[in-house]
C-alpha cells in the first residue's frame, strides 16, 4: 500500500480497536453487554419474529418498553451519577430500567410522551455521531504521525485544502442536486424539497471557498471541514434522489446506517472513556488520552464513566426509535417535521442533513472568531517543510531512476556528515547544520544536478 492508503488504514484500524477493546473492558463490558442483548433481542422479536409465535403484539410492546426503559436510564445514570462509584451507577441502572419498563408497559406513562424522550435520544445521537465524524478527520489529520504523511511537504502557511479538486468537483454537483431539487420543489410546491434543495445549496456554496484555496492557512481545519462536508454529501445525494425520484416510502437507510451508527458508537467511545493512561500502539499512535480528558470540558464534567453511558443510551434509544417507526407507531418526529407523515428513511436523512450543515456553519463560526478552538482544530503537525515541491521531486526521482544523477556520493558525504555532528556533539561542539540542514543541502545539490542534466 502507498502511505496515505496505509496511513488510512492504520489510523481506522486503530479506533477500531481501541474503541472496541474499551467496551469490553472489565469496566465497561455489563454496559455493553447489557446495550447489545437489549438491541439484539427487541430487534429479532420486532423483525424476525413478526410472523411467528414471538411477534404478539404484548411482546412487542414489552420489548420495546425494556429497550426505551434501559436507553433513558443509561443516558440519566450518565447525566446524573456519571461522577459516582460504578456499584451506585449499576444499581441506578438496574431501578430507573425496572420503573420506566414498568411505566411505560402498563401505559402510565403515555406513548406520547415515551415518543419524546426516544426522539431526544434521536436528536442527540444524530448530533453526537456528526460531531464523531467531524471529530475522526480532525483526529486523523492533525495526527503527528498520520497527519505528518498527508502533509509531507506541504508550507503551513498553504491553506490549500487536500484533495481539494476531488472536493470542488463534488461539492459543486452538490449544488446543481441542490438547485434540481430547490426547482423541482417550487414547481410542485413541496415544502420539504424547497426547504432541503435550499439548505444543501448554502451549505455547498460555503465550502466551494475552502476547496478553492483562498486561504492562507489552517488546511488542516479546512480539510478536516470540507472532508466532514463530503462525507455529509452522501446522505444528501441520497435525500435528493429519494425525493426527486418521487420514491417517498422507502424504509430506514439500512446496511449503510447500520454501519455508520456501529462505527460512529466505537469512535465516540474510543474517543470518550479509554482506559489506558498514555496509549501508544504498534501503529505509533501517542494520543496522551489522560491529558486529553483533564482538557476535556465534557469528560471533566461528566467523567469518562458518564459520557460513556450517555453514548450508550443515546445510541439505544436511536435504534428504539428505529423500531418505532417500523412498527408505525411514531408521529413526533413526523409531526415536527418540515413536511409531516414523511417516511423514516427521510425523517432521519432531513435531520442529518440539518445537522451536519449546522455543525458545519458553527465550526466554521468558532475558527474565526474563537482562538483556542482555533487551535485545537488546527494543531501544529511535522510536515518537512524544507522537502522541495512534488515537480522538483519527481524530477530527481526521474534523473536517479533513468541513471542521469549518481546519488551514491551524496549520499555517502551526508551519512559522513552526520556522524561528524554527532561525535562533535558527544564532545561538545553544536552543528550549525544539523541532520535537517545535511539533508536539506543534499537535496539541494542533487535537484541541481537533475536540472543540469534534463
Do not use: C
Given at each position: ?288 488520552n489522560e491529558e486529553d480528558r483533564k482538557s476535556n470540558p465534557i469528560i471533566k464534567l461528566f467523567s469518562p464513566n458518564g459520557v460513556f453511558l450517555m453514548i450508550l443510551g443515546s445510541a439505544i434509544g436511536y435504534h428504539a426509535t428505529t423500531m418505532q417507526f417500523r412498527l408505525q407507531e411514531y408521529s413526533v418526529l413526523s409531526n415536527f417535521s418540515i413536511q409531516k407523515d414523511l417516511p423514516w428513511s427521510l425523517i432521519s436523512h432531513e435531520v442529518t ?65 552526520i556522524i561528524k555532528d554527532k561525535l562533535g556533539g558527544m564532545l561538545g561542539r553544536k552543528s550549525e547544520a544539523g541532520v535537517e540542514g545535511h539533508l536539506k543541502n543534499t537535496l539541494s545539490k542533487l535537484l541541481d544536478k537533475s536540472k543540469k542534466a534534463k
Amino acid at each position: 500500500m502507498t502511505y496515505i492508503e496505509s496511513a488510512i488504514s492504520d489510523f481506522t484500524r486503530h479506533v477500531l480497536t481501541s474503541g472496541i477493546r474499551t467496551l469490553f473492558t472489565k469496566r465497561y463490558l455489563p454496559f455493553t453487554l447489557t446495550g447489545l442483548i437489549i438491541v439484539a433481542m427487541n430487534s429479532f422479536v420486532i423483525i424476525v419474529g413478526g410472523s411467528s409465535e414471538y411477534g404478539t403484539p404484548e411482546n412487542i410492546r414489552l420489548f420495546l418498553s425494556i429497550e426505551v426503559a434501559v436507553s433513558v436510564s443509561f443516558f440519566i445514570t450518565g447525566l446524573i451519577l456519571g461522577r459516582m462509584h460504578g456499584g451506585l451507577q449499576i444499581l441506578g441502572i438496574v431501578s430507573l430500567s425496572a420503573l420506566f419498563a414498568f411505566l411505560f408497559n402498563d401505559g402510565i406513562i403515555s406513548q406520547e410522551y415515551i415518543q419524546y424522550m426516544t426522539a431526544f435520544l434521536f436528536l442527540f445521537w444524530i448530533v453526537l455521531g456528526a460531531i464523531s465524524q467531524y471529530s475522526f478527520f480532525r483526529d486523523f489529520l492533525g495526527n503527528p504521525v498520520f497527519g505528518g504523511i498527508l502533509f509531507l511537504g506541504k508550507h503551513k502557511d498553504d491553506g490549500k485544502v487536500l484533495f481539494g479538486g476531488v472536493v470542488f468537483f463534488i461539492t459543486i454537483v452538490n449544488v446543481v442536486l441542490g438547485l434540481m431539487l430547490l426547482n423541482l420543489g417550487i414547481q410542485e410546491g413541496s415544502s420539504i424539497k424547497i426547504f432541503l434543495g435550499g439548505v444543501i445549496v448554502l451549505a455547498g456554496i460555503v465550502n466551494i471557498f475552502p476547496s478553492l484555496g483562498i486561504q492562507n492557512k489552517g488546511d488542516v481545519f479546512f480539510t478536516t471541514l470540507s472532508w466532514f462536508y463530503v462525507i455529509g454529501t452522501i446522505r444528501g445525494m441520497y435525500l435528493i434522489f429519494q425525493l426527486m425520484s418521487g420514491n417517498e416510502t422507502g424504509q430506514q437507510g439500512g446496511l449503510l446506517d447500520l454501519v455508520l451508527t456501529l462505527f460512529m458508537v466505537i469512535f465516540a467511545v474510543h474517543k470518550a472513556a479509554s482506559t489506558t493512561k498514555d496509549y501508544l500502539d504498534d501503529a505509533g499512535i501517542d494520543e496522551k488520552n489522560e491529558e486529553d480528558r483533564k482538557s476535556n470540558p465534557i469528560i471533566k464534567l461528566f467523567s469518562p464513566n458518564g459520557v460513556f453511558l450517555m453514548i450508550l443510551g443515546s445510541a439505544i434509544g436511536y435504534h428504539a426509535t428505529t423500531m418505532q417507526f417500523r412498527l408505525q407507531e411514531y408521529s413526533v418526529l413526523s409531526n415536527f417535521s418540515i413536511q409531516k407523515d414523511l417516511p423514516w428513511s427521510l425523517i432521519s436523512h432531513e435531520v442529518t442533513i440539518l445537522a451536519y450543515t449546522a455543525i458545519y456553519l458553527v465550526f466554521m463560526i468558532l475558527f474565526f472568531f474563537v482562538p483556542s478552538y482555533r487551535a485545537y482544530a488546527n494543531p501544529h503537525i511535522m510536515r518537512i517543510e524544507w522537502l522541495p515541491p512534488y515537480e522538483d521531486m519527481k524530477l530527481l526521482v526521474l534523473s536517479i531512476v533513468q541513471g542521469k544523477v549518481d546519488y551514491k556520493l551524496d549520499a555517502l558525504k551526508l551519512g559522513a556528515n552526520i556522524i561528524k555532528d554527532k561525535l562533535g556533539g558527544m564532545l561538545g561542539r553544536k552543528s550549525e547544520a544539523g541532520v535537517e540542514g545535511h539533508l536539506k543541502n543534499t537535496l539541494s545539490k542533487l535537484l541541481d544536478k537533475s536540472k543540469k542534466a534534463k
